[in-house]
Each structure stands twice: as C-alpha cells, then as structure tokens.
C-alpha cells in the first residue's frame, strides 16, 4: 500500500486539487516520492507538487511532507512566486505511530487556532 492513492484528490478553500504520482527520485540516502499537480484546467508553470521523503539513520527516523507551488506573478511583474511548506517528523525506532499522531494532533489544533496563520506569518511569538 502506498503512502497516497493515485490519484491523490484533495478539496482545499481553494478548491479541488489533483496529484499524480510523479515518481520516485533518486536519493543516495533518503527514499523520496514525488505527486505533480495534474495540469488539466491550470497552468502547468505552476509546478505544484508534494514529496514525501523517508530518511533513516541508525535510531532516528525522519519524515518530511512538503508542499511546493509558484504561484502566479502580482501584477505588473511576471516572476512567479514561490512558496514551499515543510512538516517533519524526527523520531526514535521506539516512538509509536499512537505517540506520533497525538503529538501531531497538538500541533493541528494549534494551527487551526483563529488567526494563528497571520501571527505566524507576521513572525510573532
């Protein structure tokens, strides 16, 4: 079973999104994955696209799901601009998934907290 379905569909206030498996990519020491936006109604310079990326290293455990887009140029420019959104978990072999969950859990709820996005972004403490 793999990580995410092909195709991976998601439905954001945005709107609905839809991933295809890309591919893996080659990592001497890391197995990554890679899911491309489908391009089917959006501008393929967009590159959007999430990686999931498996790094073991004796004991610890590290796993990162990023989320990578160009989003369209403000006007009057045409540079794209970039946004790229990382979550990581690094673990010991003994912590349990339970214990992972309940852990990210902490961090979901606090991300959802009203107007935590804009204090966040605001870099404010």
Known sequence: MG???DPVSITTTAGEQTFLFGGQILNAKSKVGEW???TSGIDPAMESKMVAKHTETGTLNRRLLQRSV???PISGSTVRR???INKTFTYDDDVTVAEL??????LTE???DTGFMTRFAM???
Not at 101 to 106: H, K, L, S
């Open 101 to 106: 969950e309940a852990e990210n859990e902490v």
């Open 36 to 38: 491309l936006e489908s």
């Open 110 to 112: 606090l991300e959802g």
């Open 70 to 72: 160009l989003l369209d």
């Open 123 to 125: 870099g404010l403490v």
């Open 82 to 84: 970039r946004v790229t």
């Open 3 to 5: 990580l995410f379905s």
